[in-house]
């Protein structure tokens, strides 16, 4: 899995609520069998139309992407953070974030950053101000930070840090539980 | 303290638990299907590892599957390699596959408790968020994400934080036309779309109770709608008259020591739940939605909320967005709104209860001119008891569309579709923009209000279609 320290990046403001994962990747491009190739597939139908805030050029180059409440609720495809991970996203900071796409997330590399309703408006409005803003966010320190505004601290499940701090795959932890695994299931049968 | 259903399920799985990290939690069935399952398989191939457990998985092909006869002839190009990928996959790993022509074919949610594998107490994954459903069961069944597919075929072990028990009672009897999809659309219209986020819910209550199970199963499936990882209900005689003589259910000694387990599972009377939500049954309308998601839901004959008045979960903004998109005016009611498509199916209402109701209303009945309505059956099984009660001479005398199992127009990634700017009544699950096709535009209802916008070809308030003489759809268990 990829390695997440540190982020330094512009970012771009997706100002909607309850963004669920079939605007970020409609039904119909998951008829894939690999993850690579679908940047193109980001947001599509939205993306039809020009005034659409991925379409203007200010986005070109995010890394970032500050978008409402709940996001990514609806579908357990992963196929939404890789969609975001080709489309060059690398974090996404929002108010709240539905279970599975967090989940799903954290397993791509694509940290997600929750903050306060408050830090929301006054991120969304800077941004609004100064589009070309150039946000860090330091996993090592769970911090999110920007020039002229205090450092915020972020929670996130420090299993999870951890593993994108070292860029380690969970699945090599289970795998280390086997005997565990074993001892369970001997349990189970009995 | 005692303990709730959820964490006697829980806590029997868990394999490990190391401090600060979250807990191995071991998975009894994991299903497969052809859509998020592809990548996981290479994954394995790619670390040279095999599937733990193959007899605790089962796939089926149900998303990318065409609905017209005709097999794998009859799905697109990427569709049916994505089809032959899984039968590959499935055949090199020694998974059990219920393929495209199997007479046990179906939608994943349909078959696991058809097929007598989904089971109470069990933990249930599938990458697929509707794997709530088989929570109606007792079992502890959430969607996951490919990785995790891949995680489970390996290991058979998830990586999971506990979420907390949230108890959703409902009781009271539910009236004519009131059917357990209403009672999920009312649940997920109070609490949003966000308000289950970090819980698992519990079904409890007399209106809950009186549910069969595949109004259980309807009720337990949207519960991702809500936000919430799972949903629960707590086994009971109607669960263990499902299951009893399913294929892969126990039998002889099996079966009674089964129910002897089952019957300790259901939450202990000193249990503590994080949170409550309670709703009159009794005072329950047939719901519909009317925006982009399931928690823009109101009783069918409310006007549509201003975005002055939002409701849970919803700012003014996304209203008024939501709206523009339907097309639809804030304060006018919904009733009398002209529709052109009506979708009878999903793994929320393609069960034998839910293509009775819909006979129920269209016997003897047509469809209105100019509305095109599909009836898909959520399995193989279904579709030929459907046929053996005449269910589908009577869709196709109404002049809706019979069609083979699968996913169809929910997902609209199989040819079924809505066009640009079509209105549908759909049973489904998910009416976020798009999902039924680019640019169309879908309301939630029951099968029960799908049928009776079908005859009318507007939105339809099927209790006035009751009154006048036809034979009273069953509602719930008799």
């Known amino acids: 899995m990829a390695q997440f320290i540190t982020l330094t990046a512009r970012a771009v403001v997706l100002a909607v609520d309850n963004v669920d994962t079939d605007q970020i990747i409609p039904a119909r491009f998951l008829k894939v069998t690999d993850k690579a190739g679908l940047g193109g597939a980001l947001f599509c139908d939205w993306r039809k139309d020009p005034a659409f805030v991925l379409n203007q050029p200010a986005a070109q180059g995010a890394q970032i992407l500050v978008a409402g409440d709940n996001f990514g609720c609806g579908s357990s495809r992963e196929h939404a953070p890789w969609a975001l991970i080709a489309g060059g996203f690398r974090a996404v900071i929002s108010t709240s974030f539905a279970d599975i796409f967090h989940n799903n997330a954290l397993k791509n590399g694509l940290l997600p950053v929750v903050v306060t309703p408050a830090l929301h408006r006054e991120l969304v409005a800077q941004l609004g101000r100064e589009p070309e803003l150039q946000l860090t966010v330091d996993l090592e320190a769970q911090q999110l930070s920007w020039p002229g505004g205090a450092a915020t601290q972020f929670p996130i499940d420090p299993f999870a840090r951890d593993g994108l701090l070292r860029g380690i795959d969970q699945l090599d932890y289970l795998l280390g539980h086997a005997e565990q695994i074993a001892a369970f299931e001997a349990r189970q049968q009995a | ?478």
């Not at chain 2, 100019?370 to 059956?377: H, K, Q």
């Not at chain 2, 030929?384 to 069609?403: K, N, P, S, Y």
């Not at chain 2, 579709?417 to 549908?424: K, V």
């Open chain 2, 1 to 478: 303290m005692g303990k709730t259903l959820f964490e006697r399920v829980w806590d029997a799985h868990v394999v490990a638990q190391q401090p600060g990290h979250p807990a191995l939690l071991y998975v009894d069935l994991h299903l497969i299907h052809e859509v998020t399952s592809p990548q996981a398989f290479s994954g394995l191939r790619a670390r040279g590892l095999g599937v733990r457990r193959v007899e605790r998985t089962l796939a089926t092909m149900d998303h990318s599957t065409p609905t017209l006869p005709g097999g794998y002839a009859a799905a697109d190009g990427p569709g049916a390699a994505q089809l032959r990928r899984l039968e590959e996959n499935c055949r090199e790993f020694g998974i059990e596959l219920h393929g495209l022509g199997s007479s046990r074919n179906g939608i994943v949610h349909v078959i696991g408790p058809e097929l007598g594998r989904t089971q109470p107490g069990m933990t249930v994954v599938c990458g697929d968020s509707h794997t709530s459903t088989h929570g109606a069961f007792g079992a502890l069944a959430f969607g996951i994400g490919t990785s995790e597919v891949e995680h489970v075929l390996a290991t058979q072990c998830l990586l999971q934080t506990r979420p907390e028990p949230y108890e959703v009672r409902i009781d009271g009897r539910l009236r004519p036309g009131v059917t357990a999809k209403d009672i999920i659309l009312a649940l997920i219209g109070r609490i949003g779309t966000a308000g289950g986020t970090g819980y698992v819910l519990e079904y409890t209550g007399s209106a809950i109770r009186g549910l069969d199970m595949e109004g259980r199963m309807t009720v337990c499936n949207m519960s991702i709608e809500g936000g919430a990882r799972a949903g629960m209900i707590a086994p009971d005689d109607a669960t263990f008259e499902y299951l009893a003589g399913r294929e892969h259910a126990p039998r002889g000694q099996a079966w009674l020591r089964a129910l002897e387990r089952w019957r300790a599972l259901p939450s202990d009377p000193d249990a503590r739940y994080a949170k409550t939500t309670t709703i009159d049954g009794s005072a329950l309308e047939p719901m519909i939605t009317y925006g982009t998601n399931p928690g823009m839901a109101i009783p069918i004959t409310a006007p549509i909320p201003s975005p002055e008045a939002a409701p849970a979960g919803t700012d003014q903004p996304t209203l008024e967005k939501a709206l523009r998109y339907m097309g639809l005016q804030p304060g006018k009611p919904l009733l009398g709104q002209k529709i052109d498509v009506v979708f009878v199916g999903s793994c929320t209402n393609s069960r034998i209860g839910d293509l009775r109701a819909a006979a129920s209303v269209l016997r003897g009945r047509r469809v209105a001119a100019g509305v095109r309505t599909l009836v898909v059956p959520g399995s193989q099984q279904i579709k030929r008891q459907a046929e053996a009660e005449g269910l589908d001479r009577v869709f196709r005398e109404a002049g809706a569309e019979w069609r083979e199992a699968g996913c169809s127009m929910c997902i609209a990634m199989n040819g079924d579709q809505l066009q640009p700017g079509q209105y549908a009544v759909s049973t489904s699950n998910r009416n976020f923009e798009g999902r039924q096709g680019p640019g169309g535009r879908t309301f939630l209802a029951s099968p029960l209000t799908a049928a009776a916008c079908a005859v009318t070809g507007q939105v339809t308030d099927v209790r006035t279609l009751l009154a006048d003489g036809a034979a009273a759809p069953a509602v719930g268990r008799a």
